[in-house]
């Protein structure tokens, strides 16, 4: 499964983005999305999840109630939703797949897409 992040760029602080997670398999759909963040000289970390249905999300604390993730199974697209964005969400962030349930660990997912930029500027 090939996955696409892209949306990332330069925002100011309390700024908004979406990103998007494109594939083009025909299994898209059968699979759990999650999006995970890394920033320099940091350990990957977990963004949010959506489960294949759509039915189900999951988010970090950190990003709890400025983020939404969702999905259109039909375009084969995740997006995340960011809003009042901060300095400390500056990262790379990346978009992954996983067969099984939708989970907060890297470990649990079997396909990741390149990632996209985010930059906050104070």
């Known amino acids: 499964v090939q996955l696409q992040a892209s949306g990332g760029g330069l925002v100011q602080a309390g700024g908004s983005l979406r990103l998007s997670c494109a594939s083009s398999?025909?299994?898209?759909?059968?699979?759990?999305v999650g999006w995970f963040r890394q920033a320099p000289g940091k350990e990957r970390e977990f963004v949010a999840a959506?489960?294949?249905?759509?039915?189900?999300?999951s988010y970090a604390g950190s990003v709890k109630g400025r983020s939404t993730i969702s999905r259109h199974n039909a375009k084969g697209a995740v997006y995340l939703q960011m809003s009042g964005l901060k300095p400390e969400d500056t990262a790379v962030y990346y978009c992954?797949?996983?067969?099984?349930?939708?989970?907060?660990?890297?470990?649990?997912?079997?396909?990741w897409g390149q990632g996209t930029q985010v930059t906050v500027s104070s």
């Open positions: 992954a797949v996983s067969s099984s349930i939708y989970s907060d660990s890297p470990s649990a997912y079997d396909y």
């Open positions: 398999s025909p299994t898209f759909s059968s699979y759990a």
């Open positions: 959506i489960a294949w249905g759509g039915d189900s999300t």
